[in-house]
């Protein structure tokens, strides 16, 4: 079973590797286009986490330098936008009624975070790539705010 001391310093070491930047439970890096915001809360239901993850288009508020995830603009639990590894990683994250021993808990998230997330977040990084993606259908596990909506459908006349 993961200990719940554990689970904040893994986040903030793998995501530390990515750039961001923690503020409490929440996590951000800041880039021109882009604010990725990593949110981890604590359930009021049980000894379990919940793993957001969003992104904060400066094109509509460049005056936020840590927006909260639930101003985020495509946002997202981690079980559905990464549906390949987000439930495993949900199920790292439930310490109440553990699916893993710790060692498999850890390694699940940190293989998540230094792999497929950092690989979401490299290939999300400036409004072009994230219009593209929103475009393919990429990003349609994401709940986007309607103007987002509009400014990302705008682009794809000219992509």
Not at 63 to 80: G, M, S
Request: hydrophobic share 40%; with cysteine.
């Amino acid at each position: 079973m993961l200990e719940k001391s554990k689970v904040v310093p893994i986040f903030k070491t793998q995501l530390k590797r990515l750039n961001f930047t923690k503020t409490r439970t929440t996590w951000h890096r800041t880039l021109d286009d882009v604010i990725h915001v990593v949110m981890l809360k604590k359930s009021g239901y049980g000894e379990y986490y919940d793993m957001n993850t969003s992104l904060f288009l400066r094109a509509l508020d460049n005056d936020k330098q840590f927006p909260a995830e639930n101003h985020c603009h495509l946002r997202a639990r981690v079980e559905k936008a990464f549906p390949d590894e987000g439930d495993r990683v949900m199920r790292a994250l439930v310490l109440d009624y553990p699916r893993f021993r710790e060692e498999e808990s850890i390694e699940i998230l940190e293989s998540f975070l230094s792999g497929t997330y950092a690989r979401f977040v490299d290939a999300h990084q400036d409004l072009a790539a994230i219009r593209r993606a929103y475009n393919n259908q990429e990003l349609d596990r994401f709940m986007t705010v309607a103007i987002a909506r509009s400014l990302l459908e705008k682009g794809c006349e000219s992509a």
